[in-house]
């Protein structure tokens, strides 16, 4: 079973949509989580971590369930500039555990 | 630029050469993790180091691949003898503190392409 696990998608949704993505992991003793969006060919980048109590930042709300071992993340109010794929990432002693990525296209 | 710095950004060399992949980590941070991210595929962890310490390897193949991270100077990623399989994007990251609690920030990758 991989360490982390995403629906690849694609999630090709409208502008202004709600859209929202889940993330499994498999350790119990994982212990930090977040999500980072990458662009075609580029460098991912740190959107944001996921804490235990749940989080927003403007649009973007991560959301933790440890006793499922899932993590979430909502984008509300899609922009054009949301297209991008989703990375969950899981930290597990010394690594960080790469989702493969869930692919969202915002349509105009 | 204070981010995390890689080169060269494109990488070509035959099979058989050696290639060889730089890091610099931002300002401040003493942490290095190095990835590799095929075509279609997520990123995989290779190697986790610290200034002149290996603290994580497991995610590195055990023959021609090998990383440093020097008391003065870039981390550097060494894949000896290239074949076609090693074509790949190859990311840096760094982070102030220690692995998970500190999130790490990715400099924008080596593209290399083995003929």
């Known amino acids: 079973r991989k360490e982390v696990e995403q629906d690849p998608g694609p999630f090709n949704v409208p502008e202004g949509a709600t859209v929202a993505f889940n993330c499994t992991y498999s350790n119990s003793a994982s212990q930090s989580f977040f999500w980072y969006r990458q662009d075609c060919r580029k460098e991912p980048k740190l959107l944001m971590s996921?804490?235990?109590s749940g989080n927003e930042d403007g649009r973007f709300t991560a959301q933790l369930n440890r006793a499922s071992q899932y993590i979430s993340l909502l984008i509300r109010d899609s922009k054009l500039s949301d297209s991008a794929t989703y990375l969950c990432?899981?930290?597990?002693?010394?690594?960080?555990?790469f989702g493969t990525g869930t692919s969202l296209t915002v349509i105009p | 630029n204070a981010g995390v710095m890689q080169n060269p950004r494109h990488l070509v060399r035959r099979r058989g050469q050696e290639a060889r992949l730089r890091c610099s980590p931002m300002?401040?941070?003493?942490?290095v993790y190095w990835y590799r991210q095929l075509p279609e595929e997520g990123l995989k962890f290779m190697v986790y180091l610290q200034k002149e310490n290996i603290i994580d390897e497991s995610g590195m193949p055990k023959e021609r691949f090998s990383a440093e991270f020097p008391k003065e100077g870039p981390s550097i990623l060494r894949i000896q003898q290239v074949v076609r399989g090693d074509s790949a994007a190859y990311f840096c990251?760094?982070?102030?503190?220690?692995?998970?609690?500190?999130?790490?920030?990715f400099g924008d990758g080596t593209r290399l392409s083995i003929l």
């Open positions: 990251a760094s982070s102030e503190g220690q692995a998970g609690n500190q999130p790490q920030h």
């Open positions: 300002k401040g941070h003493s942490h």
């Open positions: 996921v804490y235990s």
């Open positions: 990432v899981v930290n597990t002693g010394n690594q960080f555990y």
